[in-house]
């Protein structure tokens, strides 16, 4: 209580108030969420509950594994065990890919309790004899759906055999596919249910727009955006690594403080740029869906869609970054034509249709209202000209035959 305090932390999220009394009864618990809900909490606070009411000594086996899928994910589930149980005789660890084993090992063998894993190096060191899954009292699945996706079930799978079968197993999740439901009735006993959203559903507190653009025009946009926005922090999604980079260096071009986090990049290099950004040392950090699950970043204001993902389901997982623990947040899309169907495939998933609006002066092809939706079009704050600037003020179409021209007549006439 005196760590949760000191966070300054008073009232549990929706998620927590269900989930802490279950796992303290000491049952099986499947668990779905919104990311951002403090769904960390849900299992943390209590799993440390459990294993200080029974704990002699410091030295011993390992009594609770928690199993994440990304490097990222592991490190800030490791901070808060360490954070949360400050004040207990319960040394903690994370270990994952990427970095010196050596170090790892050095603390397997000083002795820890809790330990926090990504699949690869787990199986790496049990493989070497530094690690000892035989005693593991609690079992818990972090972002299962996304391990599965990421190929993860072999590994899982592994694991699974490693730890002894009388056990409190933990599934959370943001959401969970049926392949996750199906998993879940092999792994889990007679679990209790919760689920504080419907699947696939977003935050009410995230605002969402899309912004039709040529695909040429998208860096040009996002500069435009950030300037006139005054944005001082921006998660920008890109779908491919080179993207991530070619995109980096285009902003920086343009006077804004940037850095690109992918599998590309070394753990050290990942690190530093996911600390300079939450210490707004940088003001745009730029990623592929590496990204889209477990970066926990307090007070985020906005999220971009550079490019749309190919699975719709990872666009709730992306906007995730923003809006967390009730604040509000804002997630900007960028769509090219090309782009038509995977934003009808995310406007499916979420049930409802994202409001379009265009920013003048960035006009896309007149191609795209005759496939697009109704939009709007909307004059940046700092227009291009002050001729632009006046028609746009007086409501007067232009009287040139340019294509942007055109398309604020079409415009026009499909609203």
């Known amino acids: 209580m005196r760590a949760i305090e000191k966070q300054g932390y008073t009232t549990p999220t929706p998620i927590q108030a269900q989930a802490i009394p279950a796992v303290l009864s000491g049952r099986d618990v499947l668990a779905a969420a919104q990311t951002g809900t403090g769904k960390t909490a849900g299992f943390t606070l209590p799993l440390l509950q459990l294993l200080d009411k029974t704990e002699p000594t410091k030295v011993g086996p390992i009594r609770a594994l928690i199993i994440t899928p990304t490097r990222e994910l592991a490190a800030q589930i490791d901070e808060s065990v ?17 970095v010196s084993i050596v170090p790892q090992k050095k603390k397997l063998k000083s002795g820890v309790k809790i330990l926090t894993a990504t699949p690869g190096r787990l199986l790496d060191l049990h493989n070497q004899g530094c690690v000892d899954l035989s005693k593991v009292e609690i079992l818990v699945l972090d972002e299962a759906d996304r391990m599965l996706d990421m190929g993860f079930i072999h590994d899982i799978r592994r694991i699974l055999k490693l730890v002894p079968k009388q056990r409190q197993n933990l599934l959370f ?3 969970f596919s049926p392949e996750i439901r199906q998993m879940a009735k092999g792994l889990l006993g007679s679990p209790v249910r919760i689920e504080v959203a419907a699947r696939n559903s977003t935050a009410d507190n995230i605002r969402q727009v899309v912004h039709p653009v040529d695909k040429s025009r998208k860096p040009k946009l996002l500069c435009r955006l950030i300037h006139d926005g005054h944005w001082e922090q921006v998660l920008v999604f890109t779908r491919t690594k080179h993207g991530a980079n070619k995109l980096t260096r285009t902003l920086e071009k343009d006077g804004i403080s940037a850095a690109a986090i992918h599998s590309n990049k070394s753990q ?37 869609n550079f490019d749309l993902p190919n699975i719709a389901e990872d666009y709730v997982h992306r906007i995730g970054r923003t809006g967390r623990a ?8 960028l769509v090219s034509i ?62 040139d035959t340019s294509k942007g021209s055109q398309y604020r007549r079409q415009t026009k006439k499909a609203v």
Not at 82 to 98: C, D, I, K, Q
Not at 327 to 332: R, S, T
Not at 354 to 362: D, R, T
Not at 377 to 391: D, E, G, I, L, T
Request: charged residues 25%; aromatic residues 4%.
């Open 173 to 175: 999740s943001a959401t």
């Open 338 to 399: 090309d782009e038509h169907k995977s934003l009808a495939g995310i406007e499916r998933l979420l049930r409802r249709s994202l409001a379009s609006e265009i920013i003048v002066g960035f006009e896309p092809d007149p191609d795209f209202v005759a496939e697009a939706p109704a939009v709007r079009a909307v004059r940046p704050s700092r227009p291009r000209s002050q001729p632009q600037a006046k028609r746009a003020q007086n409501g007067r179409p232009s009287k």
């Open 82 to 98: 360490n954070m949360y149980g400050r004040y207990l005789a319960l040394p903690s660890t994370v270990v994952f890919g990427g």
């Open 326 to 333: 009730g604040l509000d947040g804002q997630a900007v899309s």
């Open 268 to 304: 050290g290099a990942r690190t530093r740029a996911l600390a300079d950004f939450k210490q707004h040392k940088i003001c745009a950090l730029v990623a592929t869906d590496i990204a889209a699950r477990g970066l926990d970043i307090e007070q985020l204001p906005q999220v971009v």
